[in-house]
């Protein structure tokens, strides 16, 4: 299934919901995108990590949330 940008009203949603998922993960979440995850309709979340407040981003997480109930379905991450 084909990435979907979230529209501002999802958005919102999908950012609760990655939120909610993701409790206390540190990042700014800079993008949030509609998909489907082995079948399961979910929220991807692009997170943008920094190593000190004051320092660029260094790495980008991928946070995979179930739209259904908010669960962590996946988390990858790449160095920057």
Known sequence: ???RYAGRARSAKATRCLRRAFPGFPGE???ARLAGFEGTPAYLG???ERPSPALPPD???IWVASIRDCSILSITSADL
Do not use: I, K, N, Y
């Open 29 to 31: 979440l800079v993008a």
């Open 1 to 3: 299934e084909p990435l």
């Open 59 to 61: 790495t980008l997480s």
């Open 46 to 48: 692009f997170v943008l």
